[in-house]
């Protein structure tokens, strides 16, 4: 039983690896291709290529597509907004090709290690990719924005500063990008290239939010949206922002600490379970068999699983405070 577990939880780590190497290597040579694109913008600031040109329209058309199919149902329209927010450059095939992978993975190791009836362990391994799947979107997506948010107040402020020297819109968003790095760096110098073949700034920056999709990014496509509509103080618009963005930043962090005490206990009282059944399965491993062996036991170890996941799900909840 122990040499069992052991070979599951191996082929499983494996269908984890495999999966996010998957995504990491199919969106590769795209982002290559991308980056050159960016670098020779980056070095001829005077005039953009009719390469540059093209690409940047096929990107523009792109974002404007994924915004329309995002409102549709299924399957399709939901991974297309998982990959769009996780940075990434997938086509729904692609995705469901790796979940696909996973659950193959998955199902060979179920079948090998557990005396499990074929329609259970074929609905296992298609929740596990489906899970997989999407726990690697979550992680993507997660340090995507938390990289964004941490830099968009210092990139406001530099936006700022260049329009009020004088800089036109385009030559300001190329300074914000020369001063920044990572996914902020990225964003900013997309939104350069968009304004620089005729695309209005607030259309721009109201793509990025969609590619970002969180609160922050949000508030600039409106604010710059209204500016727009109404007129004003760019500058001026642009600065309240930093500062609003900052205070928001600052409340975040204070309401984390505040809770540290409440997500530790809830993560400890989510992981006793699980330890205390891994260490009577490595002392005793007869004791839980008829949970496995036994339809009743399993069903009824189905049905204890199901509530702790509700249970831990209410924690997270109850412990996560929205700023």
């Not at 696909?100 to 557990?114: F, S, Y």
């Not at 300074?175 to 996914?183: C, E, K, M, Q």
């Not at 073949?197 to 607030?202: I, M, N």
């Not at 809770?259 to 006793?272: G, K, M, N, P």
Request: with cysteine.
């Amino acid at each position: 039983m122990i040499a069992s577990a052991a070979l599951f939880l191996l082929i499983f780590t494996g269908c984890l690896t495999v999966g996010t190497v998957g995504l990491m290597l199919t969106d590769r040579s795209r982002r290559i291709r991308r980056a050159r694109l960016v670098r020779y913008s980056a070095d001829h600031p005077g005039a953009t290529s009719e390469l540059v040109r093209k690409r940047v329209s096929q990107t523009t058309n792109t974002v404007a597509q994924a915004a329309l199919k995002q409102r549709q149902a299924g399957v399709q329209g939901l991974l297309q907004r998982r990959v769009r927010e996780a940075g990434l450059t997938l086509s729904p095939l692609s995705s469901l090709l790796v979940m696909g992978l996973i659950a193959a993975l998955t199902c060979v190791g179920l079948a090998m290690t557990t005396p499990l009836s074929k329609p259970l362990v074929g609905l296992i391994s298609l929740g596990s990719g489906w899970i997989v799947l999407n726990a690697v979107f979550d992680v993507l997506r997660a340090r995507r924005i938390r990289r964004f948010t941490e830099a968009l107040p210092d990139c406001l402020d530099v936006f700022a500063r260049g329009l009020r020297a004088g800089q036109p819109l385009s030559e300001a968003l190329g300074l914000v990008a020369n001063h920044t790095s990572g996914i902020a760096q990225e964003e900013f110098l997309r939104c350069r290239d968009e304004h620089r073949v005729g695309r209005p700034l607030d259309e721009t920056l109201a793509s990025m939010a969609d590619r970002i999709a969180t609160a922050e990014a949000r508030f600039i496509a409106v604010a710059t949206n209204l500016q727009a509509e109404t007129g004003g103080n760019l500058v001026e618009t642009l600065e309240n922002l930093a500062v609003l963005l900052r205070d928001r930043r600052k409340l975040r962090k204070k309401a984390a600490a505040l809770s540290a005490e409440t997500r530790v206990s809830a993560v400890i009282l989510s992981s006793l379970p699980f330890g205390i059944g891994l260490i009577i399965f490595v002392l005793n491993p007869g004791y839980l068999a008829p949970l496995i062996q036994d339809s009743r036991g399993l069903l009824l170890a189905t049905v204890g699983v199901l509530s702790l996941c509700l249970g831990i799900f209410s924690m997270y909840k109850l412990s996560r405070i929205d700023v």
